[in-house]
């Protein structure tokens, strides 16, 4: 019997929860979390934990007492800012969700170079997009055009300062409103638990001042909804996601979720798809 990747999963939300449920019903089955971390003894997920079982933790120095061969982050960017470095470091692989963090200054070169220490990996998942395998092809070739539109209901963009700020009828909005049109390094910063998806695109492409994006609020769709235009050297490409969101929170949609096991299933799989 091979043996199984030991988990520690930090942050226990909509998608740590996603996360735990999934990995203890066997659908992921060459892992096991064996610690989960969370911000207090008041935290969200809490309970769950403890109705699987498993061990739950308040303090991130903790992780390292549980011989892990992987975190998963899922709690927020100041929790990767302060934990990144550390885990790879210890030779532990690191997949992060909260990938605004990496837009300035040079965290991302510093994952990189920790994991580069520890022997271990630096995985970034797709989020709630894909063809980022197409994407990073193409840019061998030269890219010279990546923009993605990004268009959720109203509601998805409730409490958020930068949204706050403009005063719209959030629950009476009749037709789409722009929110926001530019590169996506601004973009990050400003809706940073929506559009983790812009800086993943950025990283694979062509970074995140010359990728530009476009979000608006849409009264008229029923998903979360990106499309991708790559215009290079090797072609041109337009790609559309029509995401669900998850009902609890329409920030968030299932195949961030989802992106996030199809991770942890790579990690002891002989066979890959894509480049």
């Known amino acids: 019997m091979v043996k199984k990747k030991r988990v520690g999963l930090v942050g226990t939300g909509t998608i740590g929860g ?30 769950k934990v403890k109705k699987y079982g498993i061990p739950w933790i308040t303090n991130t120095d903790e992780l390292f007492n549980w011989d892990l061969d992987v975190v998963v982050e899922v709690a927020s960017q100041e929790t990767l800012e302060s934990i990144g470095e550390k885990v790879l470091k210890a030779g532990i692989d690191l997949i992060p969700i909260s990938l605004g ?40 070739a030269g890219v010279d055009k990546v923009t993605m539109t990004t268009r959720k ?21 009749k037709e789409p409103y722009l929110l926001y049109e530019g590169p996506a390094r601004d973009c990050v910063k400003l809706f940073p638990q929506n559009i983790n998806i812009a800086a993943a695109l950025s990283m694979a492409g062509i ?29 041109k490409y337009t790609i559309t996601f029509e995401n669900v969101p998850v009902p609890s929170n329409p920030k968030t949609t299932y195949m961030a979720c989802l992106s996030i096991l199809a991770a942890l299933q790579k990690l002891r799989n002989p066979f890959h798809m894509g480049t």
């Open 18 to 47: 996603f996360v735990l449920d999934n990995v203890m019903e066997g659908k992921i089955d060459n892992v096991e979390i064996v610690v989960a971390c969370g911000r207090s003894e008041k935290s969200r997920g809490r309970d």
């Open 101 to 140: 963090a990496l837009v300035d200054g040079d965290l991302l070169e510093r994952l990189i170079n920790a994991a580069e220490e520890g022997g271990s990996t630096l995985h970034i998942p797709s989020g709630g997009i894909g063809s980022l395998d197409a994407l990073q092809a193409a840019v061998i």
């Open 153 to 173: 209901h109203p509601v998805a963009w409730k409490n958020i300062p930068h949204v706050d700020q403009m005063n719209l009828d959030l629950d009476g909005m």
């Open 207 to 235: 970074g995140f001042e010359k990728t530009i994006i476009r979000i608006l609020a849409d009264p008229d769709v029923e998903y979360n909804t990106h499309e991708i235009y790559v215009e290079g050297k090797a072609g």
